[in-house]
């Protein structure tokens, strides 16, 4: 009786023997389902594929881009400024609020797309067993209960559970991230064996290296692990980043101060006996003059500055606000392999006729060499190393290539590692590296666990190379080959004892032993691997660290920000690269000063409670053989200790994590599709240092929306001072309502954008990522905001006055008024360019961008005051050279006191 798809994922299939696994799926594993049967489990399952789940349509998608409160003050601008009748101001308005939609909604329409890419990555063709033929079909078509033929090469499209298999291998790194290929066998497991572990299953979305089998299908669709981790895709949150949570909450903030402003203003005027319509008229232009036009535009045209510089450093953004999410970021969670190390196996160790060398290199070039520990002058002339070297080389069915300047690994990376060695080794080698005829061979298997090859010597004798497990080749050895190439007796408890420091520092460890054999036979088989060979040495190798990543992790540290590795390897392996990475349990000295890193399983995970879980997360800094619920789960722990966190990824497995993460980062070389479309980032170069490069762009990115931010408030404070002062003291308007519009739009754009373009401040990565709990606006700019705001409306008044006084016209004064506003932009934007420093330590032409904005201004305003049709539209009118002083120095004014202002609360910091 087939059980239903319900009760199919309760059982655990790698606990079953094979036998129960056959009887309970109800299928002969001779001949396998009829077509009958397997159209009656196709309609019970479904197909083999990920159900699509609905998103949004696009249309609303597009309609959600207006749905923010800063965008709500901007329409309200529209409709106040066509009540004004001023349509090429309303039009203005409009377009910069329709470009924002835009961008949004562009920079949005590839996310959420990896469901799309779960579905893809399962579809390939199959051979099946069926009605006691072999034949092949789509992938989607299998249903559970189908017995596959597995085969080197093959990609793997359900899950299922082994019933035969010889020398098969799988990659699995998609799915649980280990990086070396996982030996498989039939026999039950434990039923607490965590996925990584459990070497009698095959998983869809992963593939055969090596080897051959029979495996029946348990599980289809979203039935399988991959369809699980779909689930957990959709379930993961969508969340809002520090930036749009601020500027969502300044936003609404500033709402309420200008229509407040705004009503008070009329009820006042109303009351002082003022008419009702000329009121209105009042607080719509004290709404204009207050509503900050350009804040939309900038925020986005900021984020698109960031991420063009991030492109420039390998960081490649897909969704805009990631930008700034990266400079608030205070833990990231990386991948071990590929991130933070090179993802290319390397020998490191190799122990011979009882010495210890070092091998120096790092990946699949052949550059560097081999040393002993001892530091021991020399050439090297051991005929145990050279033999070590020899076997690690010949029996060997792996090579490299090199591809456009890249080497790569056409086989298994293990042992690409040893022809590596091998090759640094040469000077061992007198007459070049071997390539004695190979006459046969028997293959790695794991009952075995040892590989042999038969070669013929160039003096026609036979001998045998084997490579393996420490303990199996160890095993079958009675001597050793020593330096002279003399045969004595093994010490099998030195070389075990030497396999244990090896691998104690996460080194895999491989033995290497030879023996003789007649040239005349053809073939050998197990019988040939006698008790009494050869011992030649040993080979510890590792993916080691990248030397930028060890680097960038210290930057990382220095800029508070704290490194954790999250990974699908060994614990022993991970604690080892995290030692080398010198990664820390905590930034605090004081809590790091054991200098032990501490370090949970998947299993202590799956073993602790939610509350456990949040006390440890944050002083363990290496996570190791975890699943991708325990990704998510360590992510979610994260988020609920207050951290702002990024995570990195390249599997099926991390798209989960990737998505629920502030900022998810996918590799761009050898990540999934899966991946890089749950991601906000993808690194085009897989490297962590490119991860720090972009933290520090985001910081940047930060740093000059806040300088834009505390550049225009003041502007617009001015403005609604001197409307409000004008009001409640019975004065005319300084400033007509056009004006403000032309002040503010022009402004923004010429003046306050370009501190977009300003370069990092040089204590950026000193300090500590900022509190997301803190707002935009600090009470230090707040003060200097009042200060700036009250100074230009003074400033306006002021003039206002001394040049009606004169006996101006009230074209003239307003225009000298609105100068006022905009030269004291002007000279205020070079404060803003530090909100700590003098320009001058930046650096006076430094941002030169800048400098063209201030020229482009300064044009623009004289075409305001001297050009009759610009007089026409925005009743001005030409002003005196002395007015322009006047103006100058009011300008001039404003940038001393806020550098004076600077420099007192300078001093007093240090004083604290």
Request: glycine share 8%; aromatic share 6%.
């Amino acid at each position: 009786m087939m059980l239903e798809p319900a009760d199919m994922n309760k059982v655990l299939w790698h606990s079953l023997p094979a036998e129960e696994v056959i009887r309970g799926l109800s299928v002969d594993t001779s001949s396998g389902l009829s077509l009958d049967e397997v159209k009656i489990r196709r309609e019970r399952f479904g197909l083999n594929q990920i159900t699509p789940k609905k998103g949004t349509p696009l249309w609303l998608r597009f309609l959600l881009q207006f749905h923010q409160p800063l965008v709500y003050i901007l329409l309200a601008a529209v409709l106040t400024t066509l009540f004004l009748k001023e349509l090429v101001e309303a039009s203005v308005i409009f377009g910069v609020v329709l470009i924002n939609a835009i961008v949004g909604f562009l920079q949005e329409s590839k996310a959420l797309k990896a469901l799309e890419a779960l579905s893809r990555s399962m579809t390939s063709s199959v051979s099946v067993l069926r009605e006691g033929k072999h034949q092949n079909i789509a992938s989607t078509e299998l249903v559970p209960g189908d017995v596959v033929m597995i085969a080197s090469g093959d990609k793997i499209s359900a899950d299922m559970r082994l019933i035969q298999c010889r020398d098969l291998q799988a990659n699995e790194s998609p799915l649980t991230g280990e990086s070396v290929p996982v030996e498989k066998q039939t026999n039950p497991l434990d039923a607490k064996t965590v996925l990584a572990d459990r070497l009698n299953m095959l998983y869809a979305a992963t593939f055969v290296t090596y080897g051959r089998g029979k495996a029946v299908v348990v599980a289809t669709g979203d039935n399988t692990e991959v369809g699980r981790i779909s689930e957990l895709i959709t379930t993961a949150e969508d969340l809002e980043t520090p930036l749009t949570i601020k500027i969502a909450h300044f936003s609404r903030y500033l709402l309420f101060v200008i229509m407040g402003l705004a009503a008070i203003t009329f009820v006042i005027g109303v009351l002082r006996g003022q008419s009702f319509v000329e009121m209105f008229m009042a607080a719509v232009a004290l709404a204009v003059g207050a509503i900050p036009e350009g804040l939309p535009a900038a925020v986005t045209i900021t984020l698109a500055i960031g991420v063009a510089r991030m492109a420039k450093r390998r960081a490649i953004i897909r969704k805009l606000p990631a930008v700034e999410t990266l400079g608030s970021t205070g833990v990231i969670c990386s991948d071990k392999t590929g991130t933070l190390t090179e993802n290319q196996m390397t020998v490191q160790e190799i122990f011979s006729a009882g010495r210890s060398y070092q091998v120096s290199g790092v990946g699949y070039g052949f550059e560097g060499s081999i040393q002993e520990f001892s530091g021991k002058p020399g050439l090297i002339t051991s005929s145990a190393l050279k033999e070590c070297l020899t076997a690690g080389l010949l029996c060997n069915d792996s090579r490299i290539v090199e591809r456009q300047g890249i080497f790569q690994v056409e086989g298994d990376p293990t042992e690409a590692a040893l022809i590596v060695s091998a090759n640094k080794g040469r000077s061992l080698f007198l007459d070049g590296l071997p390539g004695f005829l190979r006459k046969d061979a028997i293959p790695f298997e794991s009952e075995y666990q040892y590989m042999a090859t038969f070669h013929i010597l160039p003096d026609k004798e036979g001998v045998i190379y084997l490579k393996g497990s420490v303990e199996k080749i160890i095993a079958k050895c009675v001597n050793y080959l020593d330096e002279n190439n003399n045969i004595l007796p093994l010490d099998r408890s030195l070389v075990e004892h030497q396999a244990e420091i090896m691998a104690a520092k996460g080194l895999r460890v491989l033995a290497f032993a030879r023996g003789a054999i007649s040239a005349q036979k053809d073939r050998i088989d197990h019988g040939d691997i006698t008790e009494s060979l050869t011992f030649l040495g040993l080979q510890g190798m590792i993916d080691p660290p990248r030397k930028e990543a060890i680097e960038a992790v210290q930057r990382c540290h220095q800029a508070g920000i704290l490194v954790k590795m999250i990974t699908g390897d060994h614990v022993l392996t991970a604690k080892a690269i995290a030692g080398q990475l010198k990664l820390r349990n905590s930034l605090d000295a004081n809590e790091d000063s054991s200098g032990d890193l501490l370090a949970l399983s998947g299993s202590d995970l799956e073993n602790m409670s939610d509350q456990e879980l949040l006390e440890s997360v944050g002083r363990v800094s290496v996570f190791a053989r975890v699943t991708p619920e325990q990704k998510l789960r360590l992510v979610k722990a994260l988020q609920s200790r207050g951290n702002i966190v990024a995570m990195t990824g390249d599997g099926v497995n991390d798209a989960p994590a990737l998505k629920q993460a502030n900022i998810g980062v996918a590799m761009g070389r050898t990540g999934t599709e899966v991946a890089k479309e749950a991601a906000d980032m993808v690194l085009t170069d897989d490297n962590f240092a490119s991860i720090e490069a972009a933290v520090e762009e985001g910081r940047c990115v930060f740093d000059n929306l806040r300088k834009f931010i505390v550049w225009t408030l003041p502007t617009n404070l001015g403005e609604a001072l001197a409307i409000m002062v004008a009001i409640f003291g019975g004065f005319v308007l300084p400033v007509a309502p056009v004006q403000l519009l032309w002040i503010n739009m022009t402004t923004a754009l010429c003046l306050g954008m370009m501190l977009a373009f300003e370069s990092k401040e040089p204590d950026l990565m000193q300090r500590p990522p900022r509190d997301p709990k803190l707002p935009i606006m600090t009470g230090e700019l707040v003060w200097r905001t009042i200060l700036v705001g009250v100074l230009l409306a003074m400033g306006v008044f002021g003039l206002f006055f001394y040049e009606k006084s004169k006996g101006l016209s009230i074209e003239e004064a307003r225009t000298v008024a609105v100068s006022v506003l905009v030269m004291g932009e002007l000279f205020y934007l070079f404060n803003c360019r530090s909100l700590s420093r003098s320009m001058f330590s930046l650096g006076v032409f430094s941002n030169l961008w800048l400098i063209l904005g201030v020229l482009i201004m300064t044009g623009l305003q004289v075409l305001f005051i001297y050009a009759p049709a610009m007089n026409r539209f925005f009743h001005s009118a030409p002003i005196s050279l002395y007015a322009w002083v006047r103006i100058l120095l009011i300008g001039l004014l404003i940038y001393v006191i806020i550098e004076i202002e600077k420099y007192i609360r300078n001093r007093l910091l240090k004083g604290r």
